[in-house]
């Protein structure tokens, strides 16, 4: 069955730098969208990013643009979150998703994950 | 970006009675290609989301029959017929018609 296992998350000070990874198995990695989606304590939850299969198309929320960068190694199954200059409002549990639909010119993702990972938390405190 | 705005927030209600969550989008959420992409999630207390439904009402696999989506337009909605002990969490939807996607709120339901 699909497996997602998000790793990485940790303790940041502000303006730092984290990497997240996420491990997936149970599918086919190497033909599916992924996206990452956070959760803040206690709040809803906010999709940031997605990369297509072969990584030509990628997109973030506007509130990560130019400080977060997704990638993907579809030879090592895993997605990847490069997360720099964090904020003290990026303090939220991390998900990656698995994306099964995909439409549109660029194509992107239309239906939402289809599997999620049980999340990883990243707090940012000084 | 679009917003996607539920009601209730809270909803409390009895075993075996029917609850119904709204969506309110501001953008219509039909996209070129005719379809309107709405979804809707379940995050039960400690757990991941799961999704439950997909283009407004398409049903994910295993997830129950008294679970159902409808709706057009800028307004959607979740119905469910029973609700059971395990229904308990709360519950967002989600468009994806327009990037960034984005998700309502969120509506807890809990049992009375």
């Known amino acids: 069955q699909v497996q997602l296992v998000e790793s990485g998350g940790g303790l940041v000070k502000p303006g730092g730098s984290l990497r997240l990874s996420c491990a997936a198995s149970g599918f086919s990695f190497s033909d599916s969208y992924m996206s990452w989606i956070r959760q803040a304590p206690g709040k809803g939850l906010e999709w940031l990013s997605y990369?297509?299969?072969?990584?030509?198309?990628?997109d973030y929320t506007d509130s990560v643009k130019g400080r977060f960068t997704i990638s993907r190694d579809n030879a090592k199954k895993s997605l990847f979150l490069q997360m720099n200059s964090l904020r003290v409002e990026d303090t939220a549990v991390y998900y990656c998703?698995?994306?099964?639909?995909?439409?549109?010119?660029?194509?992107?993702?239309?239906?939402?994950?289809?599997?999620w990972g049980q999340g990883t938390t990243v707090i940012v405190s000084s | 970006d679009v917003v996607m705005t539920q009601s209730p927030l809270s909803l409390p209600v009895t075993l075996g009675q029917p609850a119904s969550i709204s969506c309110r989008s501001s953008?219509?959420?039909?996209?070129?290609?005719?379809?309107?992409?709405l979804s809707w999630f379940q995050q039960r207390p400690g757990q991941s989301p799961r999704r439950l439904i997909y283009?407004?009402?398409k049903r994910d696999s295993g997830v129950p029959d008294r679970f159902s989506g409808s709706g057009s337009g800028t307004d959607f909605t979740l119905k469910i017929s029973r609700v059971e002990a395990e229904d308990v969490g709360v519950y967002y939807c989600?468009?994806?018609?327009?990037?960034?996607?984005?998700f309502g709120q969120g509506t807890k339901l809990e049992i009375k």
């Open positions: 953008q219509r959420l039909v996209y070129s290609d005719g379809s309107t992409y």
């Open positions: 989600m468009q994806g018609t327009h990037w960034p996607g984005t």
């Open positions: 283009k407004v009402s």
């Open positions: 990369i297509s299969s072969l990584s030509t198309y990628t």
């Open positions: 998703g698995k994306v099964d639909f995909w439409s549109g010119d660029p194509p992107i993702p239309r239906y939402g994950m289809d599997a």
